[in-house]
């Protein structure tokens, strides 16, 4: 898969599931949320899209079990054929499979996690993870804003379009401040805008090491 024809993929717009507008794949998100319902209705429309759409798509549960993920998504009208398509995984395995988190691991993850799609002749990828794995002090997890915002230059060309899960009430208020300055897009009561306070990878890596 060359760089050209990637560049093209990012270009391409999806359904995002939950508003009628399209954005290029590749978008980079953050669902900042309180609501447990609304949080259900928005990432189960969101997955139930990749799969329609022919895109590989995976979840990080961490907040919940992967059975009770699998109730929520029939609930919010998920069901066979689409719900196997959806691989659900602990988010502990994903990001810290050794017992470590390394953000240089899981950006390489990521990138094979695109190129095996396009390889399976999906149309693209899609993925959504809870946050909350973060919270428990495992090793590496003070690097977690740093590998987000990472993210934003590997889907330049690795154009996986992502929704990142964070809970207002579980997160601090710097921790938030952080979530926002590292996703170019946010979804703010069932709407995808731009984010104001975005910051450009080098910019933040550089504000982000010197506050540590």
Same mark, same amino acid.
């Given at each position: 898969m060359g760089v050209r024809e990637d560049m093209k993929n990012l270009q391409k717009e999806v359904d995002m599931g939950f508003t009628r507008k399209h954005f290029p794949a590749g978008s980079h998100m953050c669902l #900042? @949320? +309180?609501?447990?319902k609304e949080r259900q209705n928005i990432i189960g429309k969101f997955l139930n899209s990749g799969v329609i759409?022919? *895109?590989?798509?995976? @979840?990080?549960?961490? +907040?919940?079990? $992967?059975?009770?993920? #699998?109730?929520? %998504? #029939?609930n919010t009208g998920i069901t066979p054929p689409s719900l196997e398509e959806i691989s659900l995984l602990p988010a502990t395995k994903i990001y810290c499979p050794d017992g470590t988190?390394? =953000?240089?691991?899981? /950006?390489?993850? %990521?990138?094979?996690? @695109?190129?095996?799609a396009k390889k399976g002749n999906y149309q693209n990828a899609r993925v +959504?993870? *809870?946050?909350?794995?973060? %919270?428990?002090? #495992? =090793?590496?997890?003070?690097?977690l804003m740093e590998y987000e915002s990472m993210i934003n230059d590997v889907l330049v060309t690795h $154009?996986?379009?992502?929704?990142?899960? @964070?809970?207002?009430?579980?997160f601090s208020g710097t921790s938030i401040l952080?979530? /926002?300055?590292?996703? =170019?897009?946010m979804v703010v009561k069932g709407q995808i805008v731009q984010n104001p306070y975005y910051m450009k990878t080098d910019d933040f890596i550089k504000e982000f090491s010197a506050a540590r």
């Open positions: #900042i @949320y +309180s609501d447990e759409g022919k *895109e590989k798509v995976s @979840y990080f549960v961490d +907040s919940i079990t $992967p059975d009770e993920v #699998i109730k929520w %998504l #029939i988190f390394v =953000p240089e691991t899981m /950006l390489n993850n %990521l990138r094979t996690f @695109y190129d095996n +959504s993870g *809870e946050m909350t794995w973060a %919270l428990r002090g #495992i =090793p590496g997890s003070d690097r $154009p996986v379009t992502a929704v990142c899960q @964070y809970d207002v009430t579980r952080n979530v /926002l300055k590292v996703h =170019p897009m």
